[in-house]
């Protein structure tokens, strides 16, 4: 069994529904002061393990079972390249401020950078936010010098199921997963960047096959 280590925030739902069932999502957004579109990867995450169950026109109830239900073991046959996304590419020497108009001529929440060929980085709105209120020169700037680099980044490969997506994606924190491959440059083995995998991937896959 596929055990996923809830967020704050996912704790705080089972609370809120434990006390309250049946309660809807605009319900618990209200308590938690976001919005219903925060909430929705939370949910989902929350009624994919099995920890609580969604009624059409009713809300959510507590099951105390937080264990893999029949639509995480569809899920789980489902592959990251099935239903991955475009990147967001650029390369180490672009400045600061031609990345943060990519990122929003884009509309993405994370750039991947990458050097000769393979993943370098990735840097994220908080990055830019960051790294602007420090007073750097976007112009000037490359992006390679306020990205996190490699190791330190979180991926995740073509062949991995979407549970193995979600469960990264919660664990590390994250709105999204670079798909890489292995590849061989120089005679050393690096990772390629080929997809994306974001929350918005896996909440809509669910929203389907809820559907179904």
């Not at 919660?170 to 120089?186: A, F, G, M, Q």
Request: charged residues 25%; aromatic residues 4%; hydrophobic residues 45%.
């Amino acid at each position: 069994m596929i055990v996923i280590e809830f967020t704050s925030r996912q704790n705080k739902i089972i609370d809120i529904v434990q006390e309250r069932e049946p309660i809807t999502s605009q319900e618990i957004a209200e308590i938690l002061k976001v919005t219903r579109a925060t909430l929705r990867p939370d949910l989902a995450i929350l009624t994919m393990s099995g920890a609580l169950d969604a009624r059409p026109k009713v809300g959510y109830f507590y099951t105390g079972k937080p264990h893999m239900n029949m639509l995480a073991q569809q899920a789980k046959n489902i592959k990251v390249k099935e239903i991955m996304s475009l990147p967001t590419v650029v390369t180490e020497d672009v400045s600061v401020y031609n990345a943060i108009v990519t990122m929003f001529l884009e509309d993405t929440g994370a750039i991947y950078v990458v050097s000769n060929g393979s993943l370098a980085g990735v840097v994220s709105r908080k990055d830019f936010l960051k790294n602007a209120i420090g007073g750097i020169d976007v112009n000037k700037v490359p992006v390679g010098m306020v990205m996190t680099r490699m190791p330190n980044i979180t991926t995740i490969f073509l062949e991995e199921n979407i549970i193995e997506a979600a469960i990264k994606i919660v664990n590390h924190e994250v709105d999204s997963l670079p798909v890489v491959e292995k590849v061989t440059i120089d005679g050393k083995e690096k990772l390629k960047v080929i997809g994306k995998i974001s929350k918005s991937n896996i909440t809509k896959l669910f929203v389907e096959l809820c559907k179904e």
